[in-house]
T-cell receptor, first 112, second 111 residues
Framework: EAGVTQFPSHSVIEKGQTVTLRCDPISGHDNLYWYRRVMGKEIKFLLHFVKESKQDESGMPNNRFLAERTGGTYSTLKVQPAELEDSGVYFC??????????FGPGTRLTVT | TQLLEQSPQFLSIQEGENLTVYCNSSSVFSSLQWYRQEPGEGPVLLVTVVTGGEVKKLKRLTFQFGDARKDSSLHITAAQPGDTGLYLCAGAGYNFNKFYFGSGTKLNVKP
């Protein structure tokens, strides 16, 4: 069984540009979570999907971040326009049973 | 303000020694999880504890959830180099809609 995959593994963009991160959850997992860790800080929750519906998006930093999960399969997280403080590692996790999360390897985003 | 405080932040020990990592909060959680993360990879779930006072064992690892469901500990017996990694605790809200992570304990076990 394939695990959670994330693309790209690393992205370097300039301030003001747009970046879209993609997460493919484990097949059949209805729950999909986005997290991020900025340098020196703890992993912070961004939002939670159940199928295509946003269950909790209280962790989204501001309206420059947009997450979608059309069709309830893969998800995208778009940052537009990117700022320096958006640099960090963005993790995606999926689960079928509540709480039993499987994490992807993360996307390292560097905004210069 | 960080919801979950982990201690110590760094731990370097010799193979065969025992160690305990702590995860403390002033908030109550419906459950608490422990993860292990290696460089370049995402966290891997080790255990979920749900009941106050619960103790779970996973080979040489013993996990305990505090009676008040605010804190937890991870004890490793006879540590091995393969235990090296970043250990993270995470508290879940009542509906598993979101999780709060501690900043982690970086463990290095020297052979």
């Amino acid at each position: 069984e394939a695990g959670v995959t994330q693309f790209p593994s690393h992205s370097v963009i300039e301030k003001g540009q747009t970046v879209t991160l993609r997460c493919d959850p484990i097949s059949g997992h209805d729950n999909l979570y986005w997290y991020r860790r900025v340098m020196g800080k703890e992993i912070k929750f961004l939002l939670h999907f159940v199928k295509e519906s946003k269950q909790d998006e209280s962790g989204m930093p501001n309206n420059r971040f947009l997450a979608e999960r059309t069709g309830g399969t893969y998800s995208t997280l778009k940052v537009q326009p990117a700022e320096l403080e958006d640099s960090g590692v963005y993790f995606c996790a999926s689960s079928q049973a509540p709480g039993k999360q499987y994490f992807g390897p993360g996307t390292r985003l560097t905004v210069t | 303000t960080q919801l979950l405080e982990q201690s110590p932040q760094f731990l370097s020990i010799q193979e065969g020694e025992n160690l305990t990592v702590y995860c403390n909060s002033s908030s109550v959680f419906s459950s608490l999880q422990w993860y292990r993360q290696e460089p370049g990879e995402g966290p891997v779930l080790l255990v979920t504890v749900v009941t106050g006072g619960e103790v779970k064992k996973l080979k040489r690892l013993t996990f305990q959830f505090g009676d008040a469901r605010k804190d937890s500990s991870l004890h490793i017996t006879a540590a091995q180099p393969g235990d090296t990694g970043l250990y993270l605790c995470a508290g879940a809200g009542y509906n598993f809609n979101k999780f709060y992570f501690g900043s982690g304990t970086k463990l290095n076990v020297k052979p």
